[in-house]
């Protein structure tokens, strides 16, 4: 009886899946090896389609919130209106305070501020999967490897962590594995942060320490600078630790611009990298 | 799938990944990676070269976890493609 016998199919080099896939992958491929060996001009060649993708993502946000419930929106934009009034009539507050201690006490000898570059974020989560940041400037707009970032109000938000001549990576501090000694509340008690992603920040802290939901948490620097505030605190109740969710000043998913400046040694001896490569 | 089918649909997750949230081209990687087995290592690796920064992650897990998907999927392709009829 003649025996019919069929070659095992190799899925290697199944001609069906071969060609285009293998494509992508050394077109890829050469992309990865020219960002490494032409950084510049990788990030020249691809940021138009990361603006691009940007505005589109943009366009269709203001598209989708279109179809939002008016009456809410309505609400909450009266709701946040007033509260911009609020907080304007406090910072008049505030600054005349300033004045009057300023001018009871004298001028303080406090150095001139730190120059500060203005840079649009090009690229950011959750389009980005990590929680990192692309910035349009680079070397040849003044900035440098190590510079802390700040987002809305002077909130510190991460660290350039790689620089071309045109665009720059920014580090965040929510990233997994990034570690900021900040302290909590007007006591100051310290506290480590820690990054856990998606622009969030946790802490193990012991009971006894008493914080409360809504404390500010802070990052030393030039002044206190508010890096978030305690969303919740959870843990079993027999322990004597407690879990410290905090939610960031800053969201990290809409940050249009961003201003970088050297802060001096405070903020960057306050990160605890979590790698042995050094910032 | 017809092979334009499947260059369209390749091109169409590569190009997700600047426009779309990562969570869209990695799930459509995945789901392509049947037809073809690289499109997950491609989209990694895309994923790592546009974003991936230095202390943002130890590893880059685009990378990593697009090949570990595109050798099951290989593996997966190899099971259902063999036969042989003695």
Redesign the interface.
Known sequence: MK????A?????L?P??F????L??II??L??VC?FLLPGL?LTA?MP??R??DS??RSFGDALGGFGNRVALTVSNEHLTQQNEALAVENRTLADKIASLTALLGATSAPAAQPAVVAPVV?RP???????L?ISGGTDAGISDGMEVFGTGGVPIG?V??VTNAFA????FT????SLAAWVGTAHVPLTISGVGAGAFTAEAPRSAGFTEGETVYAPGPGALPVGTIGSLTGAAASPTVTVHIVPATNPFSIAYVVLRDAGTSLTSALT???S?A? | MSVTARGLSLAATLLAVFVLPWVIPALASLALALWVPLAPLSTGLLFDALYYAPHAARIPWGTVLGLSVTILAYLVRGRLAAGIIA
């Open positions: 025996k019919t016998y069929l095992k199919r190799n899925a290697l199944s069906s899946g060609s285009g896939g293998v992508a992958l890829i491929g992309l990865v960002r990788f691809t389609f990361v691009a993708g589109v993502s690229a959750p389009i980005s999967p990590y929680d990192s692309v660290v962590s790689s990576r920014v580090t965040l990233a997994p594995g990034e990298c979590a790698s490569t910032l």
